[in-house]
Every structure is written in C-alpha cells, then in structure tokens.
C-alpha cells in the first residue's frame, strides 16, 4: 500500500504494511534494526503508541476515521510512550523525519492506495 497526503499533495511511503490482526499489532516495528525511507507500517484500531524496546526512532501520525490527522509526533525515541489521541482509529508509523520532510500537519487529509 501507498500513502498519499492529498493536502500537501506529497507522497509520505510508497511500501506500507498493514497492522490489522492482533499478534501484528501487537509487535508492530520491533525486532528491526531501522525503517527504511518511503516505508511505513499502519497500526488499525489503535489510538496510542510505544517505542519500547525499540532501536530507532520513528514519525507518527495519528488518523480519525476520515483519514484525517489528528496528532503528529515527529521524532518519537526508543522507549517512549503516546496516550491515547482522542478521535484516532489508527497510527501510521513512518521513518523519522518523514513529518518534517512532507509538511505533514494536523487537518491533512491522507489517501491509503493499493
């Protein structure tokens, strides 16, 4: 899957994987070594995060249920944690920098491509 931020009309990953059953979700990023750039994993019903045990650092954006940001964390560290966002149904987790890089920002609209 694709991630398109039809706002700023940037790309934000071209290779997402798909967080949607409950052992993925569960270890989502951990055990890598990095997030390569253009990659991206999509947590499903999940409205907070950790980075616990992780090695790296990552960007995270937060969706309501119109696809629409509603919190960005921008450079989260290794062993942090995100409290639930009210009105998040998702989390796509992007390599740091990608917020950043992309002008991503809280009101933008993202489009999940096949």
């Given at each position: 899957?694709?991630v ?6 940037v790309?934000l ?5 798909v967080?949607d ?8 990023l ?15 019903r999940c409205?907070?995060?950790?980075t ?6 990552i960007d995270a954006?937060?969706v309501?249920?119109?696809v629409?940001?509603?919190k ?7 062993f ?9 149904i998702?989390?796509l987790e992007?390599p740091a920098g ?11 609209h993202l489009?999940f491509l096949?």
């Amino acid at each position: 899957m694709k991630v398109w931020n039809a706002t700023r009309e940037v790309w934000l990953a071209s290779h997402v994987e798909v967080a949607d059953r409950f052992v993925r979700r569960l270890v989502g990023l951990l055990g890598r070594t990095s997030l390569p750039s253009e990659y991206g994993l999509l947590i499903t019903r999940c409205d907070s995060i950790h980075t616990i045990g992780m090695r790296f650092s990552i960007d995270a954006l937060f969706v309501d249920r119109d696809v629409r940001v509603v919190k960005v964390v921008e450079s989260l560290k290794p062993f942090r944690i995100v409290l639930p966002v009210w009105r998040a149904i998702a989390v796509l987790e992007l390599p740091a920098g990608t917020i950043r890089r992309t002008g991503t920002r809280v009101g933008d609209h993202l489009c999940f491509l096949d």
